[in-house]
């Protein structure tokens, strides 16, 4: 099992900054990819980015391109979001997933991930 935990949420300004951090524990050994999705009042679940633990590839939503870059610290089992030009339309409840196997086309879907996160909330004031 992985238990993954996430930080970094809060109120930020339109055009702000944020950060997301997400801790994995437990047999990280078994993670190949560890994703970020959000879920907006009233919305589904949608994919934000992606990137494989084991190597450098990663992938994003057009929504998010130029704007969010995911990045992994394999040392401290850690994966980040940071997000900068903060629109309200980023405003959303922000988990942290993990999957054991994915092919690099499956990244954006949720049911490609094995281990999922309690959640964070962002929001973004106009």
């Known amino acids: 099992q992985v238990q993954l935990g996430e930080s970094g949420g809060g109120l930020v300004q339109a055009g702000g900054s944020l950060r997301l951090s997400c801790a994995a524990s437990g047999r990280t050994f078994s993670i190949y990819v560890m994703g970020w999705f959000r879920q907006a009042p009233g919305k589904e679940r949608e994919f934000v980015a992606a990137v494989n633990w084991r190597g450098a590839g990663t992938r994003y939503a057009d929504s998010v391109k130029g704007r969010f870059t995911i990045s992994g610290d394999n040392a401290k089992n850690t994966v980040y979001l940071q997000m900068n030009s903060l629109k309200p339309a980023d405003t959303a409840v922000y988990y942290c997933?993990?999957?054991?196997?994915?092919?690099?086309?499956?990244?954006?879907?949720?049911?490609?991930?094995?281990?999922w996160g309690q959640g964070t909330q962002v929001t973004v004031s106009s």
């Open positions: 997933a993990a999957s054991r196997s994915l092919g690099y086309d499956r990244w954006s879907t949720m049911a490609g991930y094995d281990y």
